[in-house]
């Protein structure tokens, strides 16, 4: 997507007082995903924890299918280093707003420069108890606290290393002054910054690469499957838990489209990480308010549109590869062309009535009204809302997820996360015999995967085990937990079971600790 028309960025504080709640609209959500059992002793709203993918899905850490159905957040990516608006808001009235709309997932944008030590935000308004807690905090304390609240209201984060620098957009993953050893060092920062606070999700690698990035070339100075590879694999040596999102380029085999919104090449060289089921294609989608692309012109518009989406991306969905998130669309909705476009877009997205989470994922762009080629959700004055635009996204806009998972917004990165086990024998003949191990989320956030580990002081292997998964190395064995039992809220409990051979062995110490 053509980078240089799309923004219309303010550089400079703006301390309008605005009524913050003019306009305001509510959007419930449409339709409901489908339920799973939790298999835990406290049963969880659809969406807690991590999620990991199955198929075309994405699941909750109890195995429910999710949609993310979300807006994008900009700022943290421009000279500001902080999202745009609280020159006029308060960062928690913008959240609450937008959950009280019905999205349930942020996008946040963001540059390697907020990673610099000592980056401040610019353009942050304190009069009247605006922001309070963010005075004097640098950007990534700033991102703490907005993960923090966002996290306790409901929403989800995916961060997105939107540019390499405050500067622009570029066209590969690194830049002379940011290299591709520093692009990976940040993800890994973040990623770590944010273990065991599943208020975020997912990353977003790069946004939007574009020619000369190419897709299957074998050339890792220019194959972003390669580099998304390299850096997916690098955030899960950090955290397993998180959802990689890779976005696709502009060209591949002689067709052009979008910046990041071709994913032709997947079905040949699809990108392959080392932690399975945590991959997530991205492809991002415009109208004509940002450029003219041939098919807006073609005399069978806009019914030729299905066809162009599943040739570029929609296939990796229909075909049951991966999950498939839209990122980015957006318009200004002033011609008719763009009406005619979001009409189709949203009718192919698939409606949550119809067909609950097993849908094309989403983020709108943008909530920001400054985004100079689509405008956003809120009007001007960073309150109103668009009814209008926000109107055509209703039908696929989906539940919330459960709110608290935030932990203390005063807390970068959200509380600690702790866990007990506790092994006890329940059958032994000598020639075998049976175990359990009960695991309690001893925390005071949620637990939303865990890891217990023992060594016997005899020979004992174990047979079989339900509940849990393990490996066994000579007398030591460690044991995560399943799909289903993973996410445990504060003091809630949860067991697994198995059977060893020989019998007689006696009861070792176990421990338990949060992965």
């Known amino acids: 997507m053509f980078r240089n028309l799309r923004r219309a960025l303010c550089a400079a504080a703006v301390a309008l007082l605005l009524p913050l709640g003019a306009g305001v609209q509510s959007a419930g959500a449409a339709g409901a995903s489908a339920r799973a059992s939790a298999g835990v002793s406290a049963t969880a709203e659809a969406g807690a924890g991590y999620w990991h993918t199955s198929g075309r899905q994405i699941l909750d850490a109890a195995g429910q299918p999710v949609r993310i159905a979300g807006i994008n957040w900009f700022g943290f990516e421009t000279g500001n280093h902080v999202v745009h608006g609280l020159w006029t808001r308060d960062y928690k009235s913008m959240l609450d707003q937008m959950r009280s709309l019905g999205y349930n997932t942020l996008r946040l944008p963001f540059s390697d420069d907020i990673l610099k030590p000592g980056t401040m935000p610019d353009s942050i308004n304190f009069a009247d108890g605006k922001n309070?807690?963010?005075?004097?905090?640098?950007?990534?304390?700033?991102?703490?606290?907005?993960?923090?609240?966002a996290g306790q209201a409901g929403l989800k984060i995916v961060l997105d290393r939107h540019r390499p620098d405050a500067g622009g957009q570029s066209a590969l993953w690194y830049t002379a002054s940011v290299p591709e050893s520093t692009w990976i060092a940040n993800l890994e920062a973040l990623a770590s910054r944010y273990t065991g606070n599943p208020t975020v999700v997912g990353i977003d690698l790069h946004n939007e690469p574009h020619d000369p990035a190419c897709w299957g070339c074998g050339d890792t100075a220019r194959d972003w499957r390669l580099a998304a590879q390299r850096a997916g694999n690098a955030v899960l040596s950090v955290n397993p838990q998180?959802?990689?999102?890779?976005?696709?380029?502009?060209?591949?085999?002689?067709?052009?489209?979008?910046?990041?919104?071709?994913?032709?090449?997947?079905?040949?060289?699809?990108?392959?990480?080392?932690?399975?089921?945590r991959l997530v294609y991205s492809a991002h989608d415009y109208a004509t308010s940002v450029a003219q692309q041939p098919w807006f012109n073609d005399p069978s518009f806009p019914d030729n549109l299905p066809g162009v989406w599943d040739r570029y991306w929609g296939y990796v969905f229909k075909q049951n590869i991966a999950p498939v998130w839209l990122g980015e669309f957006g318009t200004t909705l002033q011609s008719a062309v763009d009406q005619k476009w979001l009409a189709a877009l949203v009718t192919y997205l698939r409606s949550?009535?119809?067909?609950?989470?097993?849908?094309?994922?989403?983020?709108?762009?943008?909530?920001?009204?400054?985004?100079?080629?689509?405008g956003g959700i809120l009007k001007d004055d960073w309150s109103t809302v668009d009814t209008v635009k926000d109107g055509y996204l209703a039908s696929i806009k989906a539940p919330?997820?459960?709110?608290?998972?935030?932990?203390?917004?005063?807390?970068?990165?959200?509380?600690?996360?702790t866990c007990s086990a506790a092994y006890t024998v329940t059958a032994d003949w000598g020639g075998g015999f049976n175990a359990e191990v009960k695991v309690t989320n001893t925390g005071t956030t949620p637990l939303n995967y865990w890891k217990t580990t023992w060594t016997w002081s005899g020979s004992q292997r174990i047979t079989s085990m339900w509940n849990a998964t393990y490996t066994q190395s000579a007398a030591t064995v460690a044991a995560s937990n399943a799909a289903h039992n993973g996410s445990l809220p504060a003091g809630a409990t949860t067991s697994f079971g198995f059977g060893g051979a020989p019998g007689g062995g006696g009861v070792p110490t176990v421990t338990c600790s949060p992965t």
């Open 352 to 374: 949550t009535s119809a067909y609950g989470a097993d849908s094309f994922h989403w983020t709108f762009w943008s909530w920001n009204p400054n985004s100079g080629d689509t």
């Open 132 to 149: 309070a807690g963010l005075q004097g905090l640098t950007s990534l304390q700033v991102m703490d606290r907005i993960v923090a609240y």
């Open 242 to 277: 998180l959802l990689i999102m890779v976005e696709g380029v502009q060209s591949y085999d002689g067709v052009s489209g979008w910046w990041g919104g071709n994913l032709m090449g997947v079905a040949q060289y699809p990108v392959q990480l080392d932690v399975p089921n």
């Open 400 to 417: 919330g997820f459960p709110s608290g998972e935030g932990g203390d917004p005063e807390e970068p990165g959200g509380g600690t996360a």
